[in-house]
């Protein structure tokens, strides 16, 4: 570790130990996946404040935070379920809940946390505060067979959305009474399910398709109309190439009335009119994209990508479609995270084992910080979205 | 470069052309490399620690009913229909079944 990186952690946690308040607005985590670690890093200068460990096998891990901005909640793929206290950087609860996880969501209130569980395949609300379990939905689908669960989004008024891969549906959970959940089922949805996203007021539902060119929508306002399909045959009947790593559809990238959507198996992103639902546009790309990402003002459009092309990613220019700028941050760029405001972007090298700092106006890089295999870097600015 | 060496070289080079099949075991290197490609990258969907996700699980148990070769099947060529893509292209066969040989713990480099 260079001098400076030791000055920097030797500031921070002097800083956690002295009286003085210390705001939680501008923390994130750095997931570390291989050594179950977090990273907590402090996004205004730049700074790694500490490491909390302890938390399982943190491939494809996620997060989301309490409402107060203090507490992450850490999805783990062995189905651990971490609490951890950003200030006092610690585990506050930890519970292992399932075999196999791949995700979860917090109520708009923030009083329910929901995971969304490969097997069991199901879902199990806990209690935000205790962890302590208020619902367990069995994800058995419309064959009589216990589903894998994936996509599973917060909406507003403590309902959740989420698809079952195996039998291709959607369903979604009313949690207002967290004790007697109201499950609605939309059945026959299309094959294979792998993710999905929900738009930032919480009203559109979107699960991308595996096994099929498409995208099924649900319309959560009006829920009866039943879930609809768009982008129909996108690929035109082509042959998709190999998909060495599913793409992200996490965070609702939309502006106006178009969102950016990761075509599978091709390498473009697909432009969809959200009003006709119909494409409109496609943006040719340097490889498979794993996330489609805008900065928050909605006027850059940031791409990863899978293997062999995962050394790149690639700013767009959204009005105009063009490309500003092919960026190498370095070997295996798993993920992005905009600064709330959207000034900077943090981007994950696990392969470099770094994390890099790029400011979004020049497209330049600004800070470096070294970290062991990352992969998700989550900011708290999203304890205050819908569907983060 | 000593004679030998360039002449063995090339006889390899010939083998290979001739039979892609019988390409040579990986280097220390480039096996170091899979083992980290299977931990990272299939581990995406079979889980760091192989217990399975989208994918099936791959852990010792499980695959020590499935011969080597089957397993080595399915990583180059892959399960149309569902979201195991074929490795060919990023992996050549004596690669794929030293991750085969590897994953039921038949190699000694885990």
Known sequence: ?388 | MSRGRLGGGLVAALLLLATPALASEPTALRAAELKDMVIQDCGSCHGMTMKGGLGLPLTRDRLAEIPAEALSAAILDGRPGTPMPPWRGMLNEAEADWIARYLKGETDVR
């Open chain 1, 1 to 388: 570790m260079s001098a400076r990186w030791t000055a920097i952690l030797a500031a921070g946690l002097l800083a956690a130990c002295s009286s003085a308040p210390r705001p939680t607005g501008d923390l994130g985590v750095i997931v570390e996946r291989a050594d179950g670690r977090l990273i907590v890093v402090e996004s205004t200068t730049n700074t790694q404040l500490g490491r909390v460990s302890g938390l399982g096998d943190l491939s494809h891990a996620s997060v989301v935070f309490s409402r107060d901005e203090r507490f992450a909640y850490v999805f783990g793929r062995d189905g651990g379920l971490t609490k951890v206290d950003l200030l006092e950087r610690r585990i506050a609860k930890r519970v292992v809940q399932s075999g196999n996880s791949i995700g979860g969501a917090i109520s708009q209130d923030g009083r329910l946390v929901a995971v969304a569980n490969y097997e069991p395949g199901g879902v199990k609300v806990f209690d935000a505060d205790s962890l302590d379990l208020v619902a367990d939905i069995p994800a058995v689908g419309a064959d009589g067979e216990r589903s894998k669960v994936v996509g599973l989004e917060d909406s507003t008024d403590n309902v959740f959305a989420f698809s079952l891969y195996d039998s291709g549906e959607i369903w979604v959970a009313d949690l207002k009474d967290p004790k007697a959940p109201k499950l609605t089922k939309h059945t026959g949805i299309g094959k294979q399910p792998y993710d999905a996203l929900i738009s930032l007021d919480g009203r559109t539902y979107l699960a991308g398709l595996f096994g099929e060119d498409g995208i099924a929508m649900l319309d959560l306002w009006n829920p009866g109309q039943g879930v609809r399909r768009v982008l129909d045959h996108y690929g035109r009947g082509q042959e998709p190439l190999p998909v060495y790593k599913m793409p992200h559809l996490e965070g609702w990238a939309a502006v106006g009335n178009h969102a950016f959507l990761p075509a599978v198996g091709r390498h473009e992103v697909l432009v969809v009119d959200m009003d006709t639902w119909k494409e409109a546009g496609r943006i040719p790309v340097a490889g498979q994209p794993v996330f489609a990402m805008l900065r928050p003002d909605g006027r850059q459009l940031w791409v990863n990508f899978a293997l062999p092309d995962n050394g790149k990613v690639q700013v767009f220019d959204v009005p105009t479609r063009k490309l500003l700028k092919t960026l190498e941050p370095g070997k295996a760029v798993l993920h992005m995270e905009f600064t709330p405001r959207g000034e900077r972007v943090w981007m994950s090298a696990r392969d470099s084992d770094k994390v890099v700092v790029y400011d979004t106006a020049t497209l330049e890089k600004v800070a470096e910080m070294p970290a062991t295999k990352p992969s998700g870097i989550f900011f708290t600015a999203r304890a205050h979205r819908i569907g983060l």
